[in-house]
């Protein structure tokens, strides 16, 4: 391997450094040098650990000249979304009414990271409390996609994907509430795995929708988002959302083709709404799948139309729950002089929360208000079920689901803000897959003419990571594409 150890896969440092090719700590420094050299235009990093990323890397090179058995991700650089609570640095949401708050214990999926041997950078940017698809609504900065800095990077985890993409990272964590992995993993050209709900804990991170959120992986390729699934699934008695079932080895599922696999088209995904340019990118990786022994049927979620409508009213009804105890009175920013109580809660989440997160918790707040819970609470619940069931009737005729991550490449920034509808369609593909609560995967299947990258979604049955890795891996093998690299220098 002749490039920089920056950008290399996770898999690789952990092969070169295992074996004495590589320091840890020359891995290390070449992604802080890195991230010196790229995060000034991408902004992806809200928090840079240097001193504490060499130390870890110091460790893991100690531990291996003592023959010990560092872990399947010795010495891998990674990044944190900003909302997975880490002792080391704060912890903020890429809010104001968390800004200096420092977290008092790790996520889990933060210790199992690092008893893993990974080395962590640093924390990443994102859209307020995870709230967004642009990561234009951080009260920090905002993120540029690294393909087109003029563009944005998708969110929530826009700061994830675009540090995965500009190699200012190995792989980074996110969390995907109705997309927030798969499409900002679309827009920069990456691989990105929601799991199955309960797949892996959520203890540590902080909560936006609780029975849609899910913890997952944005990497280089898919071989690297086995590898990182290997280390964060599982059961957490922390988490009693956590499932209780047995996690095998997702990388021994990978193989180089898909013979002998039922692939299934939805014919709701590949409408009007779906541009010429995407829907090619798709059709024509569909022909590649075809080409390694796959079977193609067509399938029907004749309920897609609701999913945006129940979507926006399920999670912003938990978001008004989950964001009442910021306060002011616990932890987080707190209004100075305030005469009584009331005074304190409405000026503390006035001056705390931005306007995306605001307008979120009105909603909420109403859908769930006397009077309105059965006309819309109660209503979208059911619907939701109607949803879950279109998947699992559709998985009786195939094995994966296949078909956009996005109706349209990365957008330039700005272009959305002003209608927050338009900028909620963006996510109209993905949030099905965590109202149904499967597992689904976003890997990047050619340039549009734009030269911003295109991104396949590959939906699979609750629990069944292994066979959307499967067909992941066998289209990334063949798919005959050459993806380029980044615009960002």
Known sequence: MSAESYAWTAHEIRDAVTSGAVSARAVAESYLARIEACDQKVQAYVDVWAESALAQADAVDARLARGEDVGPLAGVPVGLKDLFCTKQGFTTCCSKILKGYRSPFDATVVERLADAGAVFLGKLNMDEFAMGSSTENSAVQVTRNPWNLACVPGGSSGGSAAAVAADECAFALGSDTGGSIRQPAACCGCVG?????????????????????????????????????????????????????????????????????RIGLPKEYFTDALGADMREKIEAAVSALEGQGAEVVEVSLPHTEYAVAVYYIICTAEASANLARFDGVRYGHRAAAAADVEELYRRTKTEGFGPEVQRRILLGTYVLSSGYYDAYYSKAQRVRSLIRKDFLDAFEQCDVIVGPTSPTPAFRLGEKTADP?????????????????????????????????????????????????????????????????????
């Open 193 to 261: 795995l929601k799991p199955t709900y309960g797949r892996v804990s959520r203890y540590g991170l902080v909560a936006f929708a609780s029975s849609l959120d899910q913890v997952g992986p944005l990497t280089k390729d898919v071989e690297d988002c086995a590898l990182a699934m290997n280390v964060l699934s599982g059961r957490d008695e922390r988490d009693s959302t956590s499932a209780d079932l047995p996690v095998g080895d997702f990388t021994a599922a990978l193989r180089p083709d898909a013979k002998g696999l």
């Open 421 to 489: 509808l338009e900028m909620y369609l963006s996510d109209i593909y993905t949030i099905s897959i965590n109202l149904a609560g499967i597992p689904a995967m976003s890997m990047p299947c050619g340039l549009t003419e734009s030269g911003l990258p295109a991104g396949l979604q590959i939906m699979g049955k609750p629990f069944d990571e292994a066979t959307i890795l499967r067909v992941g891996y066998a289209y990334e093998q063949n798919r005959g594409l050459d993806m380029g690299r980044p615009a960002v220098a």
